[in-house]
């Protein structure tokens, strides 16, 4: 008995240690995709077959969505969607840019001896991407009735032009065989014309061509490189320069200003933990969320992208989501599309304070409006106040003001006689109901009050004003509390709107606005009747899902302090989302857009640290607040060459023990803060 007693008693001790550490990797074992030391990720291809997947790569002129996949015979197909944002299509609306689906298969093309290299026994190897797509490939060559395993290699490089319409395919071929071998590789052109009559422009020409033909003899150990060039331009441009062609270019040197690019982004504003998956995702949402930036005629304008949405800027993906990402980041292509985007909206501003419209489209020469007012002004107010303050130019703060000033006050004229903003619908555009008000757009009104507070010190504005601000969002709070608090389903938590019966992924929104007054059954009911293996659910008992609420509550959770299940879902989700079956970025939404790439969810994923971990609200153009908290299995967690607030810094935290943390703040070699706090303890950080 005492053998049985003490065997159990050691079961129970095994148990307890075991369950004491986080269970985060489950689906490990599960993951396509590999991290590897120059910061790509790889998918080796040789098991769990046939697999596909789309990912999209950006440049200043140009998108590309490349679907690719190898088949059950280890082969490599591809598809490429190629967008071209500012040739645009009559009418002159969201979608109507010059779009073309490429299906050619270029290696299928070559000849080896005298059969297509397709046929010959051939597999693909890796894939790795890093914001540039490489694959690796192997071909067996038969020569007098002898195969010649992985005779030919192939190496395959994917990317868009940095600043040109046009995108990059190289084909490297060595010879690995004892033999000579001859390469051939055909003529190709592809062109199509675009009529005259539906072009804002006239007719658009798109063209594919290789940058080599003829035949290539490759003694052992030579390679043969070429590449093809996929462009598009307007026929008058054509006429006045001739077309270009591979000639034309330097491949080098594109591929070059691709890589610099990518070592920037991935250079500043570096998240740095004990956890390589967190690390690496964040890399990787940064580079999405800022590579999608176009050069239009009406000046810089990120767009979410998707095959869809160029040129032309929304009250929430960009006004809302990734603007106030921008200055931390400190890429200035970036902050000045954050501008521009303002500056667009600004145009709309009205005595009559009629809503602004929701999307400013086609480079800036139209406007969508279709589901009304959004909580459009909410969003943008909210947005700006904090861009401007995290910026930290009083001569853009200026500029802002009176479009922060307007929205605000748009906000206050749709006040019902509960307190709270009225809309027409939210940011889901009447895909899901929401009411004559909803929960999302108030929460973001009191915290743009909030952050106009602050700007309206900075700005000298008159104390009444900013008196008038405080009571409004004291007001503001004060209402959404007893409009939209709920007991649903025995969760204290909120009801979307008046009316709302069933659990929504947006009562996240308080969270991460700073209200944590139901902190504990919102996320209690977030992550118990809402979260699947794809993040939050829109609505409980339906299949739709849409990161954008799943990022805002992952931050949300965090900053209230709701650490151990905050981290174990953002663990589970950045797994999936980085190493999973669909890579490596946060997604749009399914199904509606088949989990496409949008853009502003990366500065949205970004976020859910500097402001949900460490949480920091900015206070001034030199100043903010932070209440850093890190998980108990964590000894450090470091933010590097942060650019925000005019200023160049580091924040560093590490733990002295299971309540206390050391935060450090660096600026340069200037120690700002070397201070010991109570973890969930704020302090105010002055540069």
Not at 201 to 224: F, H, I, Q, W
Not at 363 to 389: F, N, Q, T
Request: aromatic residues 12%; neutral net charge; glycine residues 8%.
């Amino acid at each position: 008995l005492l053998n049985i007693y003490i065997m159990k008693t050691k079961i129970l001790f095994m148990l307890l240690f075991i369950t004491s550490f986080p269970v985060f990797a489950q689906e490990a074992s599960s993951d396509r995709w590999t991290m590897q030391d120059d910061g790509s990720i790889q998918w080796k291809t040789c098991t769990n077959l046939p697999h596909n997947d789309h990912l999209e790569m950006s440049g200043q002129m140009i998108s590309v969505v490349l679907h690719y996949g190898v088949n059950s015979q280890q082969q490599f197909n591809l598809q490429r969607t190629l967008i071209f944002p500012m040739l645009r299509h009559q009418p002159n609306k969201t979608h109507n840019h010059l779009k073309h689906d490429i299906y050619t298969d270029i290696p299928s093309m070559v000849t080896m001896g005298e059969q297509n290299i397709i046929l010959h026994s051939g597999n693909t190897k890796s894939i790795n991407f890093n914001g540039i797509m490489r694959i690796e490939s192997d071909y067996t060559y038969t020569l007098r009735r002898k195969d010649y395993k992985d005779a030919i290699h192939l190496t395959s490089i994917f990317y868009p032009s940095a600043t040109e319409p046009y995108y990059i395919e190289e084909y490297k071929f060595k010879n690995n065989s004892p033999n000579t071998i001859t390469l051939r590789i055909p003529d190709w052109r592809l062109s199509y014309t675009s009529p005259e009559e539906i072009g804002i422009d006239g007719a658009y020409r798109m063209e594919a061509t290789l940058s080599k033909s003829g035949s290539y003899e490759l003694n052992p150990g030579d390679t043969l490189d070429f590449y093809a060039l996929f462009s598009a331009e307007k026929m008058s441009d054509i006429k006045k320069k001739g077309a270009l062609t591979p000639t034309d270019i330097d491949v080098a040197a594109e591929y070059g200003k691709r890589k610099a690019l990518i070592d920037e982004w991935w250079g500043n504003f570096i998240l740095d933990t004990p956890d390589k998956v967190l690390n690496r995702m964040f890399a990787f949402a940064k580079l999405r969320g800022v590579e999608s930036i176009y050069r239009t005629k009406g000046g810089l304008m990120h767009g979410p992208g998707g095959a869809s949405y160029y040129a032309a800027v929304w009250a929430n993906d960009q006004a809302e989501y990734i603007n106030p990402f921008f200055p931390f980041l400190g890429y200035e292509v970036g902050n000045e599309s954050a501008l521009n985007c303002y500056r667009h909206f600004a145009r709309f501003m009205n005595p009559e304070y009629k809503p602004i419209p929701s999307s400013i489209i086609s480079e800036g020469v139209g406007i969508w409006h279709g589901a009304k007012d959004r909580g459009d002004g909410a969003m943008i107010a909210y947005g700006a106040a904090r861009y401007a303050l995290a910026l930290g130019k009083k001569e853009v703060a200026r500029e802002l003001w009176p479009l922060i000033e307007w929205c605000l006050e748009y906000c206050r004229r749709q006040l019902t006689p509960d307190g709270v903003v009225a809309s027409d619908s939210d940011e889901l555009e009447n895909r899901f109901p929401a009411g004559e008000a909803n929960l999302n757009t108030s929460s973001l009104y009191y915290d743009a009050l909030r952050s106009a507070v602050y700007l309206g010190h900075e700005l000298n504005i008159p104390q009444k004003q900013i008196q008038d601000y405080t009571k409004r969002a004291e007001a503001m709070e004060k209402a959404i509390e007893s409009y939209f608090g709920y007991e649903m389903h025995g969760f204290h938590t909120y009801r979307y709107y008046k009316g709302n019966t069933v659990l929504r992924s947006w009562i996240c929104t308080p969270l991460s606005m700073g209200i944590y007054t139901r902190a504990q059954g919102t996320v209690d009911a977030l992550f118990s009747r809402l979260w699947t293996k794809d993040g939050l659910l829109t609505q409980e008992g339906e299949k739709t899902f849409w990161d954008r609420s799943t990022l805002y509550a992952l931050r949300g959770t965090l900053a209230a302090g709701e650490l151990e299940k905050g981290m174990r879902f953002l663990k589970e989700y950045s797994q999936r989302r980085l190493l999973g079956e669909h890579v490596p970025y946060p997604i749009e939404a399914w199904p509606e857009g088949d989990q496409r790439h949008l853009s502003a969810e990366g500065g949205m994923y970004c976020r859910i640290y500097s402001e949900g971990l460490l949480g920091i609200r900015p206070t001034g153009f030199r100043n903010f607040e932070m209440t850093p908290r890190i998980p108990k299995y964590w000894n450090y967690m470091n933010l590097n060459k942060i650019h925000a607030f005019q200023s160049d810094f580091d924040i560093r935290i590490s733990r002295i023990d299971k309540n206390q943390l050391n935060v450090k703040v660096m600026n340069g070699k200037e120690t700002i803060i070397d201070k010991n706090i109570k973890e969930g303890q704020t302090i105010k950080v002055k540069l």
